[in-house]
């Protein structure tokens, strides 16, 4: 358990250091004014916190000697660039457009689940697998992104997806850094992670979930991830075909808060049902061995 506390210490400190260097350049997160409006008062707050905590993660898992997953993290590390690019552009007022960040979400998807399938197999067809890792990365990348639009709800619920794989170096020295970005993410939060820790994070855990014989489990433990992205599928096409919302806003999160629940309450019922689902899922892959 070295590792998490070391890399929750250092994320504590470098996540320190990246609000005050955020303050200092001016760069804050700007705030949908359609949203609810509880958040138009976080506009300003330093955002692209992912990164701080992820080199935390990263320095850790290095100096630890890393275990056998170390490939996990040249996707997680790519995405992390990716996201990162699209906060920057966000701020410069020059968004990446959609199918940019999927063409360059798939690339990277793809190498990893080229290496991964040469570790694991779920199907008799390699390209089957491959296509399987591929389509799970990129969903776990979007489903996370959009889960994050609370304060501590997608690094509370990451945190829980973690637990089954704490007995490897890479699961602890994320998780020490999600505590240590929590100590300021927490509401009313004081620095927000960005795409660039969101889509790094979705990475990480459906890389874990694949490499450790898992996936098929990831949709349940993951419930709230799904529920997340389906929201926002459904609200969609249905106000394209018919002009009206399913749900007051997606995703999800945002529907609760417009119906009354504070961030407070949307964050903890969030990570109770994780916690459920995810001890469920433990339950189940184990009773299989």
């Known amino acids: ?5 070391a890399s929750a210490l250092l994320s504590w400190f470098l996540v320190g250091l990246w609000i005050t260097l955020m303050q200092a350049l001016g760069l804050g997160k700007k705030v949908r004014a359609e949203g609810p409006q509880s958040h138009l008062s976080k506009a300003g ?3 692209m916190g992912g990164v701080a905590f992820l080199l935390a993660a990263a320095a850790v898992y290095g100096l630890s000697g890393g275990d056998q997953w ?3 993290w040249l996707l997680v590390l790519g995405v992390a660039l990716l996201g990162l690019a699209d906060d920057l552009s966000g701020s410069l007022r020059r968004p990446l457009k959609a199918r940019e960040k999927l063409a360059v979400q798939g690339l990277l998807s793809l190498v990893f689940a080229l290496w991964a399938v040469r570790q694991v197999q779920y199907t008799p067809y390699p390209a089957l697998d491959v296509l399987l890792f591929t389509l799970v990365v990129m969903a776990a990348c979007n489903a996370f992104n959009f889960t994050d639009g609370v304060d501590g709800l997608l690094a509370s619920l990451s945190a829980v997806l973690l637990l089954p794989f704490l007995g490897l170096p890479t699961a602890q020295a994320t998780l020490g850094a999600l505590l240590g970005f929590l100590w300021y993410n927490a509401p009313r939060a004081t620095v927000f992670m960005g ?5 790094a ?3 990480m855990v459906a890389g874990l979930f694949i490499l450790e014989g898992r996936m098929w489990w990831l949709p349940l433990a993951a419930l709230i991830p799904v529920l997340e992205v389906l929201s926002v599928v459904i609200q969609v096409s249905y106000f394209r075909r018919t002009g009206r919302r399913i749900f007051r806003m997606s995703p999800l999160h945002h ?5 009354g629940w504070s961030e407070g309450k949307v964050v903890f019922r969030f990570v109770v049902l994780t916690a459920l689902c995810t001890a469920l899922a433990v339950h189940l892959w184990g009773g299989r061995g």
């Open 255 to 259: 529907h609760f808060e417009l119906s």
């Open 45 to 47: 707050t330093p955002s």
């Open 70 to 72: 170390a490939g996990l």
């Open 201 to 203: 994070l979705g990475a």
């Open 195 to 199: 795409d660039t820790g969101s889509m």
């Open 1 to 5: 358990m070295s590792n998490l506390v």
